[in-house]
């Protein structure tokens, strides 16, 4: 039997006795755990208390785990300077042999220190593969050390690179080694000018991480890479002559959101291949990073070479939402996921409302988004999807305040639109909702209650004068109580107590003093009327429960 042969089957077997140490523990737990017999009084059986579970040592965890990630990152990246900065003066040959021979040497070492430090020696290992990929990499990206002009040359070069990472992370079975070594290339290969080229070798990265992703349902590695795709382009983005230097602003802008474009397609394909088998945080974590890297850069980007196409692109990004939605649904995701893609486009589209309606166009915008995105919710289930409409109708709200004319008939509007959003939050079924399904669907309903009351004081403060202030107040909280006796719904009532104290608290302490005498009597004469009435109602319904 050969000696890698002999190493692979005693790993399996170290596995297996593995498996079966805990198999046989959770054994035992549950038989310690399950009914029996009562024993006599004068001997009672006692489960075996297991051993107390492990502290986890904060300074152990980064000393062994933190620092070596820092330690091979700092290393590659100062072995990629010396190789840019200086192997330019050495010939051809040592050029190229001192650069492998860097890489084989860390690999070796690696390797040898896994026998006694598995974990710490595949760290070390993957940085070897990964100035592997610079070295190949810089043989014609880096003009101080070119060596191969071909460019198709040089990328299959690197695809073969990048093929041999994905081959011996894969024949180890490492997540370790994959994640250091596409993380490090990555990161080593934008040291040089950004061009096409770049682009391409990057993705073929990605599309490495993203093979773990679909084959082995890894989440660390794509998701590091996600992250240093997104990251390393914050920094193209801050250096303006970094993006295809001396090209026009055109072309540069076409490769930026290319790069951009492309991996956020790559990173949602993986996402939506087997989306049931990634835990719920994984891939909530993968769409929302996906977006929030897609969405912020293009717009900096956008924004710096061509502002009055923002709104085209937030368009473009609330769609491809909406149909990484559809397409979440189609490949039977979770309810979650499927609600973040759905939740991103409404957002993304409120986001983009302002860069191409002025202040009433923004108000009546974003009012018509709130309303379909609770709606839609209702309809579609999807209570993210409310949670995000209600949240825009407050913006919305808030806005009311920018245009100088018209603002009572956008309350109104708004008044209607929190009262259908939170009649969209009723559900008459005859399952009983879970605690928490109805603490959420509570919730829900308080907060349109709540808007429901602030656009109805607003608007009754557009249309009284401003001496009858509080009297408009009370008309308020005497509406909302009517339409919570008519709709049966205690949140309005609720609602209209709250105006109702802060009315009776400005009536003492600032109308009782500062209106006019004939102002004084209307104003308490309309408010002990009103409250009466409310009480009435309230006696009325008591005696009949009664």
């Known amino acids: ?261 492309l991996y956020y397609v790559l990173f949602s394909v993986a996402l939506l291949v087997h989306p049931r088998e990634l835990s719920r945080r994984a891939a909530l974590a993968f769409a929302l990073l996906n977006w929030v890297g897609m969405l912020g850069l293009g717009v900096l980007e956008v924004a710096r070479w061509g502002e009055p196409h923002l709104f085209t692109f937030f368009v473009i990004i609330a769609l491809t939402q909406g149909a990484g939605a559809a397409v979440a649904r189609w490949r039977s995701a979770s309810a979650a996921l499927i609600q973040t893609f759905l939740a991103t486009s409404v957002l993304t589209l409120a986001l983009g409302i302002p860069q191409h309606y002025g202040d009433t166009g923004q108000v009546w915008a974003w009012m018509g988004v709130g309303l379909g995105a609770g709606l839609a919710g209702r309809v579609l289930g999807a209570g993210a999807l409310q949670v995000v409409g209600l949240g825009v109708l407050y913006v919305a709200l808030g806005a009311t305040w920018l245009p100088a004319s018209g603002r009572a008939l956008m309350d109104a509007a708004l008044l209607v639109s929190f009262s259908l959003v939170e009649r969209g939050a009723v559900v008459r079924s005859e399952r009983l909702p879970s605690p928490i399904e109805g603490g959420r669907r509570g919730a829900l309903q308080f907060f349109c209650a709540a808007g429901a009351g602030l656009s109805l004081l607003w608007l009754l403060g557009e249309l009284m004068p401003r001496e009858l202030i509080t009297l408009g107040w009370g008309v308020a909280a005497f509406g909302l109580f009517v339409l919570g006796f008519a709709l049966s719904e205690r949140w309005y009532r609720l609602v209209g107590l709250a105006v109702l104290a802060v009315t009776l608290g400005r009536l003492m302490f600032v109308d009782l003093k500062g209106l006019p005498p004939d102002q004084r009597i209307l104003t308490f004469i309309l408010l002990g009327v009103m409250l009466l009435a409310i009480s009435f109602v309230y006696t009325r319904l008591r005696g009949k429960r009664g």
């Open 1 to 261: 039997m050969a000696e890698g042969d002999g190493q692979d089957l005693r790993e399996v077997v170290k596995r297996l006795e593995e498996t079966v140490s805990r198999l046989e523990a959770r054994l035992e737990r549950l038989e310690a755990g399950a009914p029996s017999r009562p024993a006599p009084v004068s001997a009672p059986l006692e489960a075996p208390a297991g051993p107390e579970p492990e502290k986890r040592d904060l300074e152990a965890h980064l000393g062994t785990y933190w620092l070596s990630r820092a330690g091979i990152v700092a290393l590659i990246l100062g072995f990629a300077f010396l190789i840019i900065y200086h192997f330019g003066e050495l010939g051809v040959i040592v050029r190229v042999g001192a650069g492998y021979l860097l890489s084989a040497g860390l690999a070796a070492l690696g390797l040898w220190l896994s026998r006694r430090h598995l974990l710490f020696g595949r760290i070390v290992f993957g940085g070897g593969l990964a100035l592997g990929y610079f070295v190949t990499y810089a043989l014609h990206f880096v003009p101080a050390v070119r060596v191969i002009e071909s460019e198709p040359l040089a990328l299959v070069l690197l695809a073969l690179n990048v093929v041999g990472i994905i081959v011996i992370a894969q024949r180890m079975h490492s997540e370790t080694v994959a994640g250091i070594a596409l993380f490090l290339g990555l990161h080593t290969g934008m040291l040089s000018d950004i061009t096409l080229f770049t682009l391409m070798s990057t993705s073929m990265l990605a599309g490495g991480a993203l093979f773990f992703l679909v084959k082995n349902r890894w989440v660390i590695v794509p998701l590091s890479s996600l992250v240093a795709v997104y990251s390393t382009h914050v920094t193209w983005a801050m250096r303006t002559d970094a993006i295809a230097p001396g090209q026009p602003d055109s072309e540069r802008l076409a490769l930026s959101l290319s790069f951009l474009s």
